[in-house]
């Protein structure tokens, strides 16, 4: 009778997440990601750009893109840059623009609250009504003159012929007048819900500072 010989498997050695070397299609997607992560940082402003733990050559590198005009020349750093960036701690960077991005986002929803208190308020004197009596620090007869200036504004903007330049003028007046009381009810711990309802801009570009 033969005997059967029973079979040892041999000690596995160390085992590695993956042992396979990452693809040419993955190295691609993350020099890309560098590269772009890198041409974000050169988009920052200054102070901004000071608060990230960055190695003095990039940071260098960083600032020259900046400062580049050509286009050809602003295109090779900023390859260069991008090359600087495989050596780069990403994570921490990545981390401080995600937090800069929600505040970015707080921001604009900040400001199209401004636009849509502007709008309500040219569309409706009854909405200056309840603006006034929702903040105690506005001036009523100067809201209302502002509101009515806005309103000629609009009008003379909408009879122009092609190619004449609208005003802007009385629509930041009045768009600088609601932040202002905005910020002064928000301060004093009573900040306003907005009107219900939904309002289009006229042109979101009225109420840049």
């Known amino acids: 009778m033969f005997k059967t010989k029973r079979f040892t498997p041999a000690p596995a050695g160390p085992a ?4 396979r070397p990452p693809s040419k299609s993955q190295l691609k997607r993350d020099m890309t990601a560098l590269q772009e992560l890198g041409e974000r940082l050169v988009a920052l402003p200054r102070d901004r750009l000071a608060q990230l733990a960055l190695a003095e050559r990039l940071h ?6 900046q400062r580049i005009t050509s286009h050809e ?8 840059v991008g090359k600087l960036m495989r050596d780069a701690h990403v994570e921490p ?6 937090e800069w991005d929600g505040e970015s986002m707080e921001q604009i929803a900040a400001f199209h609250q401004l636009e849509l208190w502007r709008d309500r308020l040219l569309q409706d004197d009854e909405q200056a009504t309840a603006f006034i009596a929702q903040h105690p620090g506005a001036d009523a007869q100067h809201l209302r003159a502002l509101i009515r200036a806005a309103r ?6 909408a009879a122009l012929l092609p190619g004449q ?21 928000e301060a004093g ?12 801009a006229d042109d979101s ?4 500072d």
Do not use: C, H, S, T
Not at 60 to 65: G, K, L, P, R, T
Not at 169 to 180: S, T, V
Not at 194 to 200: E, F, N, R, T
């Open 16 to 19: 590695d997440d993956d042992p």
């Open 60 to 65: 260098d590198a960083i600032v020259e893109a």
């Open 73 to 80: 020349a602003r295109r090779r750093q900023l390859q260069y």
């Open 93 to 98: 960077i990545r981390a401080r623009l995600a």
């Open 152 to 157: 000629k504004e609009r009008a003379a903007n």
């Open 165 to 185: 330049e609208p005003q802007r003028r009385q629509f930041r007046a009045l768009f600088q007048e609601i932040k202002r009381l905005r910020a002064e009810a």
């Open 189 to 200: 711990g009573d900040a306003d819900a907005m009107p219900d309802g939904d309002a289009a």
């Open 205 to 208: 570009a009225d109420g840049d």
